[in-house]
């Protein structure tokens, strides 16, 4: 792992990055969505085809993506769900340039560029969210619809009934541990409150601007008596978790762990089973659990920006992510794919890469964006309450 994940820090589920990073964008030129390079078959205007047949057909949207020659996109990690092996498999199959701006943010700094830098060359053409930020984008009318070919194949309430996001992969909230660092690893959320865990439980990010670490705080509360409606649960853990002197407010990364920094890490399990294959060639014994206590799924979801400065690109890279191709590469950095059940139906998925899946019970359940929205609303008020002193 070269480079650290997308924790969208300050990053929120809402994974948020920083002002400053988008502030230079407005040093760009002006792009022209309506340029030649963006015309499909019959002159048709890509920067609103809402699907590759109103692009002219999948042949008339891949040249004029080629045309273009470039996708702008931003806060993946080539080391997040595999991101490293999609970017080259695009790359590779379309030849187009893939150029990642500030591949550790978060969602929020997503929108931020997104907003910052319309009618600019370097505004980024896609987005990767999480999913309330995903549907915050599409409340705000930033993104655009648009229907993959797969798009009748994702399930119902993982996509957006206009198509301006769709969820693409996911997974588990577990519990990450050092175990040559820390002598008994935790297994759950109650775990995490006994004293021999004092000042190493960290989580991936802040919960008011980072999916994942929105994702820990929810599923605190669930293993705290909460639910979806309530969150609240989710604030008083971690409150007390400071209390106790357990919680780490170092922001865990690959970095942070493999300097002993983080021991343990509430993250998704993609990413907490990633380390522990990357890390084992550095010495240290990476051991992950799904706490039983507070079983939390979710997805983070893709959208186009309404105003990317290659259309064409951007609807290209969405039909690569949803082919079979591309879902299984996310496989393969240990995320559950959106179309993941389709797959296995029509035998297209990779067996081999499901397999090494950490093993979870029964069927997950995810929060409406109304209960999301409230969840966000509360975590920005009380957070830092709750962490401080």
Not at 5 to 21: D, F
Not at 113 to 125: I, M
Not at 189 to 206: E, H, W
Not at 305 to 323: F, G, I, M, T, V
Request: net charge neutral; proline share 5%; glycine share 10%.
């Amino acid at each position: 792992m070269t480079t650290a994940p997308r924790i969208r820090r300050n990053t929120g589920i809402a994974l948020a990055l920083t002002a400053s990073a988008f502030a230079l964008a407005a040093c760009g030129a002006k792009s022209d969505a309506k340029s030649v390079d963006s015309a499909g078959k019959g002159g048709q205007n890509i920067a609103t085809a809402g699907s590759a047949k109103d692009a002219g057909g999948m042949d008339a949207l891949v040249t004029a993506a080629k045309k273009e020659g470039t996708l702008n996109a931003i806060a993946i990690p080539r080391d997040w769900a595999n991101y490293g092996a999609i970017i080259d498999g695009f790359s590779k199959k379309y030849g187009i340039k893939v150029a990642v701006d500030n591949p550790d943010g978060t969602s929020q700094d997503e929108i931020n560029a997104v907003k910052t830098r319309k009618g600019q060359d370097r505004a980024p053409d896609v987005l990767d969210l999480g999913a309330s930020f995903a549907q915050a984008a599409a409340q705000q009318g930033l993104t655009a619809p648009y229907r993959v070919e797969a798009y009748d194949k994702i399930a119902e309430g993982q996509k957006d009934a206009q198509a301006r996001w769709f969820n693409d992969y996911g997974g588990y909230v577990s519990i990450g541990c050092d175990a040559k660092r820390v002598k008994e690893c935790p297994q759950t959320f109650a775990d995490l409150l006994k004293p021999q865990y004092k000042g190493q439980v960290a989580l991936n990010g802040n919960p008011t601007k980072s999916g994942s670490a929105f994702a820990g705080v929810y599923a605190a509360s669930l293993a705290s008596g909460g639910s979806f409606d309530d969150i609240q649960p989710g604030l008083d853990f971690f409150a007390k978790l400071k209390k106790s002197g357990n919680y780490n407010p170092v922001e865990s990364t690959p970095a942070t762990v493999e300097k002993g920094e983080t021991p343990i890490s509430i993250d998704w399990d993609y990413l907490n089973s990633g380390y522990g294959e990357e890390f084992k060639t550095k010495g240290l014994d990476w051991k992950v659990a799904v706490p039983t206590d507070g079983v939390y799924a979710q997805y983070y979801s893709q959208a186009v920006n309404k105003d990317a400065p290659h259309p064409a690109a951007a609807r290209l890279w969405q039909e690569y992510l949803y082919s079979a191709e591309g879902q299984n590469l996310w496989l393969k950095g240990h995320a559950r794919p959106a179309l993941m059940t389709v797959m296995e139906q029509d035998g297209t998925l990779d067996k081999d890469a499901a397999a090494k899946l950490p093993k979870v019970g029964g069927t997950p359940k995810f929060p409406s964006e109304q209960q999301t929205a409230r969840a966000k609303t509360v975590l920005a008020q009380g957070w830092a309450k709750a962490i401080s002193g």
